[in-house]
């Protein structure tokens, strides 16, 4: 039966176990950077109100990274379930990074968030502050380390096929590292994951002060969390400006099928459309809104540049660069268009609304306002929250989908990556289990945030403790 194929069942359980992993990625990323920033203010100033802010945010950032580990455990076991094949293909390759990220970056990151959790009666105050500088440092290179795996996929380097050429052997650990899809992905991922997380704070403060509770402390926030995220949204754009070249050079149907380009343009011809109607095969237009020249401004960094179009890249790819798998794909190496197309303008539009939000937060919040902030602009800074979570997800989606039907660029279809020998009831048994699993930890992991963002920060003890510089005060109890 159709709906039993194991190789769909298999992708279908490895992309929602994978985005619903994400989901706690960014925020990690990004709020131990943030707890870090607000307790080296605190160690700096003596401000007892950085001290309650560190502890506040500190709740929400342990509470998304104890999820993060659940959800990531699984993602390593589906290689052995249901992706045996590949596994065996370039384990030697892929493994190496993710025993990095495990033996190296976990334990680092792991280590200090548990010396952050119970030292704060215990060391000094700067080796305290130091530990969770080094949790936050641990989970980047966690993060780097799993990019690089992922890198190998989009774009393979640093390895060599074993003499029966059924394996790829790792050659070459340094080119992997430093893989051209990895140095540009990296801060992509870890720029978007400070805009979500500087959300988070702009959402809690503005649901606080919207109902006038802990505004001290709260205007302070906000502030941090507007300013934060337009950062984060300029370096987002400035290193994704930098992805789309590196996918130009090594996967250049991936940029062909984001904007569901069949012939090959150039100058002028290469427009970026804003919204498209037309055929599946793109043989007639119905009704576009295009920018002139974007497409090739984006893909090559000049007005008159050329990008590669489908049915050309099909020619290539079939007759010269890899022949033996075209009989496989029919000749058609091309992604589902339409999810490419679309996620690749969804993950633009999210971020964008999310920093337009932002800007205008900054000119209404602004100490020379003369008006006070209207209800519906708070409601505005707490929904919008989700808006980069959202664009990373669909981030993922296109770099994902759009690399189809590889799972391996040019080594390994994603169809040969399945496990022969799992049928298709098995992996549909596990997808309906880990999706009710999943589930109950979704309603668990909002419950216990949304429980400590609406308690908020502890209250300030009295007037005269807004500055306190004696580590006999540090509070013994903190979580």
Request: glycine share 8%; proline share 5%.
């Amino acid at each position: 039966m159709e709906w039993l194929d194991p190789l769909a069942l298999a992708r279908w359980q490895f992309g929602l176990t994978t985005l619903y992993h994400f989901l706690f990625v960014p925020l990690t990323l990004g709020m131990s950077l943030i707890v870090a920033v607000f307790q080296t203010v605190w160690y700096r100033t003596g401000d007892v109100r950085w001290l309650h802010i560190t502890r506040f945010f500190g709740k929400i950032f342990l509470i998304n990274f104890a999820m993060g580990v659940v959800t990531g455990i699984v993602q390593e076991f589906q290689f052995g379930m249901n992706w045996s094949a590949y596994s065996r293909f370039v384990g030697d390759v892929f493994g190496a990074p993710l025993a990095f990220e495990g033996l190296l970056a976990f334990f680092l990151e792991a280590t200090f968030i548990g010396l952050w959790i119970f030292g704060w009666d215990k060391l000094p105050r700067l080796a305290h502050l130091a530990s969770i500088w080094m949790a936050s440092i641990g989970a980047t290179l966690s993060a780097y380390f799993i990019i690089a795996a992922n890198a190998f996929m989009q774009n393979p380097v640093g390895y060599q096929m074993s003499a029966e050429g059924h394996r790829a052997e790792l050659v070459d650990f340094w080119a992997l590292l430093t893989n051209p899809v990895a140095l540009a992905a990296f801060p992509h991922t870890i720029f978007a994951g400070w805009m979500f997380a500087a959300m988070i704070v702009v959402a809690i403060s503005a649901w606080h002060l919207s109902r006038g509770r802990n505004t001290d402390m709260m205007r302070k926030t906000l502030r941090f969390g507007l300013w934060s995220t337009v950062v984060s949204f300029v370096l987002v754009a400035i290193v994704g400006d930098q992805l789309s070249l590196v996918m130009v050079a090594t996967q250049p149907m991936k940029m062909a099928a984001a904007e569901a380009t069949f012939n090959t343009v150039c100058g002028a011809d290469a427009s970026f459309s804003i919204f498209t109607l037309g055929t599946p095969d793109g043989t007639s237009e119905l009704f576009s809104i295009r920018v002139p020249f974007l497409l090739s401004l984006l893909s090559t960094h000049s007005l008159d540049g050329c990008v590669e179009g489908i049915n050309d890249l099909n020619t290539l790819y079939s007759q010269q660069l890899f022949p033996q798998f075209a009989d496989q794909v029919d000749g058609n190496f091309a992604p589902v268009l339409w999810v490419t197309y679309w996620a690749f303008r969804w993950m633009i539009a999210l971020g964008g609304i999310t920093a337009l939000v932002c800007v205008a937060g900054l000119w209404v919040t602004r100490k020379k306002a003369t008006r006070p902030v209207a209800p519906w602009m708070w409601r505005v800074a707490i929904w919008a929250a989700p808006l980069p979570m959202l664009a990373s997800l669909v981030g993922w989606v296109f770099t994902e989908m759009g690399r189809q039907p590889w799972i391996v660029f040019g080594l390994m279809l994603t169809e040969d990556g399945v496990s022969p020998s799992v049928p298709g009831w098995s992996v549909l048994i596990s997808l309906v289990a880990f999706t009710l699993v999943y589930a109950s930890l979704a309603v668990v992991e909002f419950g216990l945030i949304k429980k400590y963002a609406q308690k908020g920060p502890d209250p300030l003890p009295d007037p005269d403790a807004e500055r306190d510089d004696s580590i006999e005060n540090t509070p013994t109890t903190v979580y």
